[in-house]
Nanobody
Framework: QLQLVESGGGLVQAGESMSISCAVS????????KAWYRQAPGRQREFVAQ???????NVTDSVKGRFTISRDNAKNTVTLQMNNLKPEDTGVYYC???????WGKGIQVTVSS
């Protein structure tokens, strides 16, 4: 059964760093493009970053220079390294497999000022 399990969230102060990971069970979709989205309270879910099967990446403008997405195909994981976090980065972060529009349950990231 396919599962996306996010881990590593929590509470940090502004300016600190945090890494969150998405573990994909099952190998069928292990090399598909993966992405991170986030949803802040009272706001729509928004795209954060994505990485293709060949390692090409794209991040939204608001996190450029601060967030990096990477993947480990051997471990079937996708990691979002978040540096210099800001209070506006607070939200629930979701992992997604784009090809089949499959989502993880999300993980809370809270940045205090």
């Amino acid at each position: 059964q396919l599962q996306l399990v996010e881990s590593g969230g929590g509470l940090v102060q502004a300016g600190e760093s945090m890494s969150i990971s998405c573990a994909v069970s099952g190998t069928i979709f292990s090399r598909n493009t993966k992405a991170w989205y986030r949803q802040a309270p009272g706001r729509q879910r928004e795209f954060v970053a994505q990485i293709t099967s060949t390692g090409s990446t794209n991040v939204t403008d608001s996190v450029k220079g601060r967030f990096t997405i990477s993947r480990d195909n051997a471990k079937n994981t996708v990691t979002l390294q978040m540096n210099n976090l800001k209070p506006e980065d607070t939200g629930v972060y979701y992992c997604r497999i784009l090809a089949i529009d499959y989502w993880g349950k999300g993980i809370q990231v809270t940045v205090s000022s």
